[in-house]
Structure formats: C-alpha cells, structure tokens
C-alpha cells in the first residue's frame, strides 16, 4: 500500500465513524448546541462536508482568494440529502489524494489559507483527517449533552 493509499483509508475510516455518529442524531436535534456560540448538531455536520470542497481547492493549489462554497443558501434538509449532496464533493478529494505519488506528498508544499503556513502536503492531509476526529469528539460529547445514546463507533 503506497502513501496516498493509506491516507485515503485514514480519511474513509474517519468518515465511516462520523457517519455513524451523525446517524445517532435525531432530527429534531439538528439545531441543538451546547451555547449560543457554538455550531448546531447540523451546522457541525455541514463544516465537515462542505470541508472536502475546499480541502480540495488548497491541496492543489487552488484559489482560495474567491472561495464560494457549493452549500451556499442551501437548507439543511437531513442527513441523508446533505450526505448525497456532499458525495462528489468527497469522491472528487478523494481522488485528487489518489493521484499524488509519494514523492508529491513528501515535497510538496501547501501554503493553509487560514494563516500561511506552509506545510508538506502528506501532514497536510493528516491534519484534515485530525480536523474530522476533532469535530468526531465534539459530536460525542453533543450526544453525551443531549442525553442521546452515543453509536458505537470504535469497531
């Protein structure tokens, strides 16, 4: 298994447990949050999904300048519409991680739009992959909040 293989199955494994746990959710505790400052059930599960849409952009080495998502204006409407709707945005990352052989993953550099920091392209993706894990822990513990029974996901 080369390096962008093992990656991809990181990213699938992640996404498989928060599917899991988003299943967990009931509708009627889609706008739920811990405080007002805080990003909804629903909300949480949109930034992870629409996340591959420009997860995509920057690692190859898009621009960002004009970043318009594909989510704009649209109603969160459940979870499986939402999940349809982001599959070829996922399929689409996914398959640009493919492509990069191991010596792009090990020498490229990605500039994160969010501060400048350029970080080869290999930790990069490792980083999007803890990124989901943290919203993942989030998630449990909204479960946890709302007094919901938390999905087994450590299969």
Do not use: C
């Not at 988003?22 to 999904?49: F, T």
């Not at 459940?78 to 191991?102: G, Q, V």
């Not at 501060?115 to 992959?129: E, F, P, Q, T, V």
């Amino acid at each position: 298994m080369n390096q962008s293989e093992l990656i991809i199955l990181n990213f699938t494994e992640i996404r498989r447990r928060s599917i899991k746990l988003w299943i967990g959710l009931s509708e009627k505790y889609y706008n739920w949050k811990p405080d007002g400052k805080a990003m909804s059930a629903s909300e949480m599960i949109r930034h992870v999904l629409e996340a591959d849409y420009g997860w995509n952009i920057i690692i190859n080495q898009g621009d960002m300048s004009n970043y318009k998502t594909p989510w704009e204006n649209r109603p969160f409407k459940n979870l499986k519409d939402e999940l349809e709707f982001a599959e070829p945005f996922r399929e689409t990352f996914l398959e640009s991680i493919r492509h990069f052989s191991d010596k792009e993953l090990n020498e490229t550099e990605i500039v994160h739009p969010g501060n400048g920091d350029k970080i080869i392209l290999a930790k990069y993706l490792l980083r999007i992959g803890y990124h989901e894990s943290v919203h993942a822990g989030q998630f449990l513990s909204y479960l946890r909040a709302m007094k919901i029974d938390r999905p087994e996901i450590w299969d």
